[in-house]
């Protein structure tokens, strides 16, 4: 069986290393096409580096424009790729301009597609990635579902037929690379004391782009009791320039990325985490973090309704930051650990049948 995995942005990354694990150790041929979304350094070439990923066998280095121009670079770049590996599946990931693109190319060449985290549903249609997931859940072939709310989306969109759950794939790193490393290293290297700062990411177009919307954000920030640690995109920084607005005042310390086992790390030891990221959400409830989450809705009910994240306007941020830690839980509506090993063989007993 072959399998070509398309990816193209940091998300992508950390859910195609269990994938690749699992495909070498069950003696799988996998092909892994990186389309360039995020052509960066930091938040591309480290994360293979960091996650043992091998070297992706394609690079088609599309970079950064409008979602349209990207969306159709990616298209017709894709499409001779796919066609010359001609895989038993197009393993698609999460809700990218690379993940719609890389659907729509192997459709129209008639090869199987398989979304990795299908059903997630935000229900905002002003978000870009509710138009890639729900467009790309529709044309695909497999759904492999993290969660039963995931499942139970598809099915009120008339998918249960191609649907499987097999859990969250970013639950099997997160733990993997928990176990492996220290947070007293990072600790000592940032000059901070665990348990008595936040870490902070702001990355969503809703909350950046607007310059009195980033202002109030950065203001909520500042008024967080302890110190917070912004680890900040270079698209954040570049809109902070140029709405004018300073980013590290205050209490706020403006860090660059980290490597996602330095981002664990350092999560792992936060009083809590202040964030638009849906897979920093999921990390925090992992790692038993309390998240805040500057959004009107999340993906990851799950998170909101065990009581370790709360969704938050810009002047809601310092108190939430500052909430009691909620009841410690058990739940683990993300699966065990093993999802990777289970879409493996999912597409292995699949492979050959359609829809």
């Known amino acids: 069986m072959r399998i070509v995995s398309v990816v193209g942005a940091r998300p992508q990354f950390v859910k195609l290393a269990p994938v690749a694990a699992a495909c070498r150790a069950a003696g799988v041929e996998h092909v892994i096409v990186h389309t360039g979304q995020h052509y960066d350094a930091l938040l591309s070439d480290v994360f293979f580096s960091a996650l043992h990923i091998p070297e992706p066998d394609v690079q088609l280095g599309i970079g950064s424009g409008s979602h349209g121009e990207q969306t159709g670079a990616m298209l017709a770049a894709l499409e001779p790729v796919l066609r010359s590996q001609d895989p038993d599946w197009v393993l698609v990931y999460g809700d990218t301009n690379s993940t719609l693109a890389a659907a729509l190319a192997a459709v129209k060449l008639h090869l199987p597609v398989a979304h990795l985290e299908a059903g997630l549903r935000s229900f905002n249609r002003r978000m870009p990635e509710e138009h890639n997931r729900v467009l790309t859940d529709h044309a695909a072939d497999l759904l492999l579902a993290p969660t039963q709310v995931a499942a139970s989306h598809l099915a009120r969109e008339g998918l249960a037929e191609r649907t499987v759950v097999v859990g969250d794939v970013m639950t099997d790193v997160v733990h993997q690379v928990a176990g492996a490393v220290s947070g007293a290293d990072v600790l000592e290297r940032l000059g901070v004391q665990a348990g008595g700062f936040s870490v902070a990411t702001l990355h969503r177009a809703e909350n950046t782009d607007d310059a009195g919307r980033l202002a109030a ?126 879409v493996v063989e999912v597409l292995a007993e699949r492979a050959g049948r359609r829809g």
């Open 217 to 342: 954000i950065v203001d909520g920030l500042t008024a967080v009791d302890h110190p917070v640690l912004l680890l900040a995109h270079p698209r954040l920084r570049a809109k902070a320039d140029e709405h004018g607005v300073v980013l590290g005042s205050g209490g706020v310390r403006v860090l660059d990325p980290l490597g996602y086992p330095d981002l664990v790390a350092l999560v792992s030891q936060a009083r809590g985490v202040i964030t638009d990221s849906g897979g920093l959400q999921k990390e925090a409830f992992e790692l038993r973090v309390p998240c805040t989450t500057v959004r009107t809705e999340t993906e990851w009910v799950e998170t909101v309704e065990l009581g370790w994240n709360v969704l938050v306007g810009p002047g809601e941020i310092a108190a939430a930051a500052t909430r009691a830690r909620p009841e410690d839980t058990d739940a683990a509506p993300y699966g065990d650990g093993h999802a990777a090993q289970r």
